[in-house]
């Protein structure tokens, strides 16, 4: 883990990386086959199809790991190329952290089961239809937050969330919204609230008992559940959500206010912003986030403000 103190200079240094030439109308598709069940394997040709309507040239190339799938966006920057990434939110974030060290620019198309980070850009669920709106796309300067130094471009988070992911990515036979959901009635009837050390921009620490600690680029995680509704991907702070030790009757009473952002409006939930968080916790749990493991505890999580240049729809 980064030394306190020195986050914030390692941050600075990477977030200068000169801007790379690249032609718009060169495209690189980095594609991981085996998102959402198959998913993307399934809709690459007609995505492929979709963005020869409009780009003079279109590769694909398919991964074989997160490692991979950097390699390939270093390469496709190093081309002067556009890197789409076509899969979840995981390939998503390993990929825009490739392209932000290399100065690259960065497309999304939706092929995974949440798609999460596309749904906050306004992007089409349908992969083709997604493929066929980049043509309009606008660069955009973007946040990208990492996690005791790996990057990712949704929602961090760790507890409650962490036993949740691990049953829904053994959850094979469900999809989008609905397995996360499922995950998170079975993973109630066994926790037990935990105790975290919560640091956010230096302040004196907190201790917060309760479910969940989640620091957020973006609104939503979980295939639709919008956690931080407010959080902003350009705005160069981390929405940080604290949801605080409640009954379980209680907790499945509110848990539907979290479709629709309302769940922060209850007493047990606290929001506060940041650049910087510092967390550990009185027993061990990963901290996931796009849907991944990305870090052990005790963890940084830090924003490098506009780090990414990212092709989005026009209005978001």
Do not use: C
């Not at 009837?189 to 975290?196: E, I, Q, T, V």
Request: proline share 7%; glycine share 12%.
């Amino acid at each position: 883990m980064t030394e306190p103190g020195t986050a914030s200079s390692s941050t600075t240094a990477r977030a200068e990386v000169p801007d790379a030439a690249v032609d718009r109308s060169r495209l690189t598709v980095v594609v991981n086959p085996k998102a959402g069940g198959g998913r993307a394997a399934k809709v690459l040709d007609g995505v492929r199809a979709a963005l020869a309507r409009w780009a003079e040239d279109v590769s694909v190339e398919t991964t074989k790991s997160l490692e991979h799938a950097e390699e390939l966006a270093r390469s496709a920057v190093a081309a002067g190329r556009v890197t789409v990434a076509l899969g979840g939110d995981g390939l998503v974030g390993r990929v825009a952290g490739a392209v932000a060290r290399s100065g690259g620019v960065l497309a999304v198309l939706p092929g995974g089961r949440g798609n999460d980070f596309a749904r906050g850009l306004g992007i089409p669920r349908d992969p083709a239809l997604a493929a066929t709106a980049l043509v309009a796309a606008v660069e955009r300067r973007v946040d990208l937050p990492e996690a005791n130094g790996v990057p990712f471009v949704g929602i961090a988070s760790l507890g409650f969330d962490s036993d949740v992911q691990v049953i829904a990515n053994r959850t094979t036979w469900l999809s989008g919204q609905s397995v996360y959901t499922y995950a998170a009635l079975r993973g109630v009837a066994a926790w037990k609230p935990a105790r975290f050390t919560v640091t956010i921009d230096g302040e004196p620490p907190l201790e917060h008992v309760g479910w969940t600690v989640g620091a957020a680029n973006g609104p939503y995680y979980g295939g639709g559940m919008k956690f931080a509704p407010d959080a902003d991907i350009a705005d160069g702070r981390l929405e940080i959500v604290l949801v605080a030790r409640t009954g379980r009757f209680t907790f499945l009473r509110l848990f539907p206010r979290i479709f629709s952002g309302r769940h922060v409006e209850v007493p047990y939930v606290q929001v506060r912003r940041g650049e910087r968080l510092v967390v550990d916790a009185d027993r061990p749990f990963q901290v996931y986030a796009d849907g991944d493991p990305i870090a052990d505890l005790p963890a940084e999580i830090v924003v490098r403000p506009g780090a990414l240049r990212l092709l989005t729809p026009p209005q978001a």
